[in-house]
């Protein structure tokens, strides 16, 4: 029974299959907290996301709008977390270490950024699938 139950939490999830986060999502990720991120600027973004590499991973490029183009801001690759209820990255660099989780529901993507340690909002994502 123990090997059965381990078996299962091994598996990917298939409720949350990578194809739902598939695709070009357009949108808004907006400033929540400016006291813990001063320098946070609210944006209008598209997020291409991909499948990744492995099973289960999904790749995505995030784009800000400037003056009509896409700027490049990053790369993330996402997995499902059932702790999380999301599909979680983890950004790194010399000033931050964030996580990354988006929640998907059909057309709809929402999430946010949390900035680490103690998981303290620092932004707001709400997209729509193109």
């Known amino acids: 029974m123990l090997a059965m ?7 990917p999830s298939t409720t949350h299959p990578v194809s739902e986060i598939i695709g070009t999502w357009q949108g808004t990720s907006t ?11 609210d944006e209008v973004i598209v997020y291409d996301v ?3 590499a492995a099973s289960g991973v999904a790749h ?18 996402f997995t499902y977390s059932a702790a999380d209820g999301c599909w979680r990255a983890e ?7 964030s996580i990354w989780c988006l929640s998907v529901t059909g057309k709809t993507m929402t999430g946010a950024a949390w900035l680490m340690p103690g998981r303290r909002v620092v ?7 193109q």
């Open 5 to 11: 139950v381990l078996l299962v939490l091994l598996q």
């Open 31 to 41: 400033c929540a907290d400016r006291v813990a991120a001063p320098a946070c600027n």
């Open 50 to 52: 991909t499948a990744g």
């Open 60 to 77: 995505q490029k995030a784009y800000k709008i400037v003056n009509g183009e896409r700027e490049l801001m990053g790369e993330m690759d």
């Open 91 to 97: 950004f790194s660099s010399p000033r931050v270490t």
């Open 123 to 129: 932004r707001a994502v709400r997209a729509g699938k």
